[in-house]
């Protein structure tokens, strides 16, 4: 595991904590879910580029006949 990956759980653990406390959101709140947005985006991107691999692959198989 990353540092980063340890610092985000670290994270969501504090605010999982935070909310189990009926404490305020805070700023690290915030940074989580832009965390989580840019993860689902690089999930979205990967997902994308496997297709374009595939036709890429497809079209160099035409292209060798």
């Known amino acids: 595991m ?5 610092m985000y759980d670290a994270l969501k653990r504090l605010g999982k ?4 406390e009926g404490r305020p959101p805070s700023q690290y709140d915030d940074l989580i879910g ?11 991107l990967e997902d994308q580029s496997e297709g374009l691999g595939e036709a890429l692959d497809a079209i160099s198989v035409v292209n060798n006949d």
């Open 2 to 6: 990353t540092y980063t990956q340890k």
């Open 34 to 44: 832009e965390i989580d947005r840019l993860n689902a985006k690089i999930d979205e």
């Open 17 to 20: 904590q935070r909310q189990e």
